[in-house]
């Protein structure tokens, strides 16, 4: 079977063609062992590009541990990117996704704009700011993130009875300017820090201006591994027109005995 690997900031995945539905989709091992850095392609991810009746394609998207989760913003992006080098799509996509159907555009330099989830309900406590951009968001302003120890912290938090089984993503943020602000997640499903998270840098840019660190709703943010962009539209409803914008990189190809 061809996989094909890509990376968003630096937030990668093998990516799959499943139209004639030949994955073995509850395969959690399989999945796993492909995801794995040392016995496997390595990856912090794996998604299968699927048909939908009444969209583009569907997205079904599995975390490292080989679980199917919510909504990876990264990878969203890259499916788009994946899907136009399939010919699914020209530049523009609709397609379905956990958390609903998502719109997006992709230009000639692979950069994917994509329209998140609205976000209707932000909670906002002295020490974080909990929100679902797709995927569950802890959000928590730090000083000195260079040096921060976001597996540790991030692990501890994940793991406390605030979440409980669940769970949540953890993200560790830091201010730069006006607009401008630095992200550094911990994933669940990864059980460590990625390079970027892109339901995570939504849920920062969303986050920041609901406590008023920003009156902004065009906001950059640093991960890891570059620079993700978020735009939205504020409402008495909540936030709205969310688009998550940054590249989606094509890095190599091959095949997988199955
Ligand atoms: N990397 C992702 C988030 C993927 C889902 C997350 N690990 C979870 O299980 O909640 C992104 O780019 O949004």
Redesign the pocket.
């Known amino acids: 079977m061809k996989f094909y690997k890509y990376q ?1 900031t630096g ?1 990668d995945f093998v990516m799959i063609d499943n139209r004639l539905e030949n994955f073995p989709k509850n395969n959690t091992k399989l999945i796993e062992s492909l995801c794995d850095r040392r016995f496997g392609i390595g990856a ?2 794996l998604i299968l590009l699927e048909n939908d009746n009444s969209t583009d394609f569907k997205m079904v ?1 599995y ?1 490292s541990d080989g ?1 199917e ?9 890259c499916l788009v990117a994946f899907a136009k080098s399939l010919n699914v799509i020209n530049n523009e996509a609709t397609f379905i996704a956990t958390d609903g159907l998502h719109n997006a555009t992709i230009d000639e330099n692979g950069i994917v704009s994509l329209q998140m989830k609205d976000v209707n309900e932000v909670k906002i406590e002295s020490e974080y700011v909990f929100l679902n ?5 802890h959000v928590t302003l730090v000083n000195d993130l260079e040096n921060y120890s976001v597996k540790e912290n991030g692990a501890t938090i994940r793991y406390s009875d605030l979440y409980g089984k669940v ?3 953890i993200n560790f943020v830091n201010q730069i300017s006006d607009n401008h602000f630095a992200l550094r ?1 911990y ?4 059980e460590d820090e ?1 390079l ?7 849920a920062t840019a969303i986050a920041m201006n609901a406590i008023g660190k920003t009156n902004s709703n065009a906001i950059e943010i640093n991960v890891e591994g570059g620079k993700l962009k978020v735009t939205f539209e504020k409402s008495d409803k909540g936030f709205e027109k969310v688009f ?1 914008i940054g590249p989606a990189t094509f890095v190599f190809e091959g095949e997988i005995e199955i």
């Open positions: 968003g937030n912090d991810g998207y975390n679980n989760s919510s909504m990876c913003g990264n990878g969203g992006r951009t797709g995927s569950p968001h769970g949540s993503n997640t994933e669940r499903g990864v990625t970027s998270c892109g339901t995570g840098a939504t998550l």
